[in-house]
Nanobody, 123 residues
């Protein structure tokens, strides 16, 4: 089970940290990803991190402002979002992909999903 939290209504320019707490499985057996879906748009990849936290991948649109990290001792993955923009408004989902596969940018490759947390950025 994945439980995302940390979203909210914020002004442009501020930072936000999303969290996703995992339970029920061995967290370190999974790569983790963050995806987002804006109203009327398809779900898109934001960031992913491998099982150990040693490797991360970012969509070009968020590179330099988003930072993904994980704490395997706490079974939690984070998404730090800096300099928020109105176009970051979306529901943010965390997802898990099991080993032995590699991290992926494709949402269909992920086995488990959280319920999403809404981020709304006002200008």
């Amino acid at each position: 089970q994945l439980q995302a939290s940390g979203g909210g209504l914020v002004q442009a320019g501020v930072s936000l940290r999303l969290s996703c707490a995992a339970s029920g499985r061995t967290f370190s057996n999974y790569h983790m990803g963050w995806f987002r879906q804006a109203p009327g748009k398809e779900r898109e990849f934001a960031a992913a991190i491998n099982w150990s936290g040693a490797n991360a991948d970012y969509a070009d649109s968020v590179k330099g402002r988003f930072t993904i990290s994980r704490d395997n001792a706490k079974n939690t993955v984070y998404l730090q979002i800096d300099m928020l923009k109105p176009e970051d408004t979306a529901v943010y989902y965390c997802a898990a992909r099991g080993l032995p596969y590699s991290i992926s940018r494709r949402w269909r490759d992920y086995n488990y999903w959280g319920q999403g947390t809404q981020v709304t950025v006002s200008s």
